[in-house]
């Protein structure tokens, strides 16, 4: 593709020198074509606020008064995926590797009967009626890349119809418009302003959280795979606590997940947990999840404890929660069932939260028993788990340091060996395939976990003695 004017490989932000990304590059590329071919263009939303922020954008979005069709005309390799809501994917190969740009023609929103998208946009040539539509404030900001580069002054660069660059400054989540409408249309934008406000610790501007907290029943209208996405970000962006913090607030935690709002008030025995309540315990878990960290471990986190509520007993001794676990594991199956989490996500999720008290027992396992733990898919997230988990109550780690020392030491093929004794070494032997082959198995393989055998012949001759009745009348011994 022909470059309409060179683009340069560096910027300017608060006397910063940064480099542009290839993501940047291919964006600036497209915004100079179209404004060659005599269209307003620009960089839009996200990451006009990222830049500000002095934030490297993950990915850049144009905006453009172009139609689509005369952007699908214009580039050589597009996609139309969004054509219905004007947006275009334009493809471009920079330094080697492909960029994918996200182009989308200004527009405005008609009515919104679904509670989630409107029923039809109508393409516009004014950039300031495609502001108005987007989300919130800091998010509805236009650069000119061109007069960045030829000027390096990223805020002459900015258009700004919102008043973003205020409430970026001052650190608000502002709807644009008015909030009540605005809500009212998408609802989804409800969990965005939690997401922002979270990830960059601002404040939610008190008349967008009104329209919060009155439209938060209307969250139902979102689709629960949307939902679990919203709240997935939340917890793996570095700043769960403040964002559970913050759905609580504003009231949608207990409409999306009424088994956590449950938390609050719910006591613990002091001794072993001096930070308080089933609530402070899980927010302070969740402020020790780092940016990145896997959805799984992440939602384990989360849920570990949702078995405490409904098992909370003042009994004589101290406060008890006998079987939360097995009822910790029924409710979370129901939650990941209602989120629509993919199988894996739901075992390993489920298996997180079965899992997270045999920590107690880890000094006093057999061999045999602390190999199979180990082997529980992706262990090391069990491991992180318990040890959030301490760091979120009395704070002793001495078992998370056994339990990690020995998984570090025992290798791989030792948790799982090949086994010595196999159901084909059992019938070579005589033994009748029957229910008793699985424990006979289990045995020997017990015994080799513990390595009181070394070869087939000796497990063979252990289960001669334990298991003498289980050969048939046929058998040639
Ligand atoms: P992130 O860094 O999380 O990607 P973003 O601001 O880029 O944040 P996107 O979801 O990528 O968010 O959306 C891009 C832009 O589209 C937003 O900045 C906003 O201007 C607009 N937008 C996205 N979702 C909505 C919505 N539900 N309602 C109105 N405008 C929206
Ligand atoms: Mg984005």
Sequence with gaps: MPRISPVP????????????????????????????????????????????????????????????????????????????FGVVLVADEIDGG???????????????????????VRFSDSAEEDVVRRDFTINGMLLDPQVLNETDDLAGAIVDFVGGRADLAAGFVRAIGDSEKRFEEDKLRMLRAVRFAARFGFVIEPVTEAGIRNHAAGIAQVSCERI??????????????RAFELLDQVGLLKQVLPEIDRFHGVEQPPQYHPEGDVWIHTLLLLEKLPKGVSQTLAWGALLHDVGKPATFERAPDRIRFNGHVEVGVRIAAEICRRLRFSNEDTAQILSLVENHMR?????????????????LPRFPEHLELHRIDCLSSH???????????????????????????????????????????KQMLTLAEDAQLEGHIQTKEQGLSLLLRRFHGAKGANSND
């Design 9 to 84: 490989n560096l910027f300017m932000i608060k006397d910063r020198v940064m480099q542009k990304s290839t993501a940047q590059v291919g964006a600036e590329a497209i915004v100079n074509k179209l404004h060659a071919e005599g269209y307003d263009a620009y960089f839009a939303g996200g990451c006009v606020r990222d830049m500000l922020l002095g934030r490297a954008p993950e990915d850049f979005d144009v905006a453009t008064s172009a139609r689509p069709q005369c952007v699908l005309d214009l580039f050589p390799r597009t996609f139309a995926v969004g054509a219905h």
């Design 359 to 375: 920590f107690g027992d880890v000094e006093r396992m057999k061999e045999s028993t602390l190999k199979r733990f180990f082997r």
């Design 228 to 241: 679990r996405d919203e709240l997935t970000r939340m917890l793996t962006e570095g700043h769960a606590r």
């Design 395 to 437: 704070g002793d780690l001495t078992l998370h340091d056994y339990a990690g020392q020995r998984y570090q030491a025992i290798p791989e093929e030792a948790v799982k060996p090949k086994l010595l004794v196999t159901g084909k070494d059992l019938i070579a032997a005589g033994y009748k395939p029957g229910p008793e082959f």
């Design 98 to 120: 492909e960029i994918v740009t996200e182009v989308a023609t200004f527009r405005s929103d008609g009515a919104y009967s679904d509670g989630r998208r409107p029923d039809e």
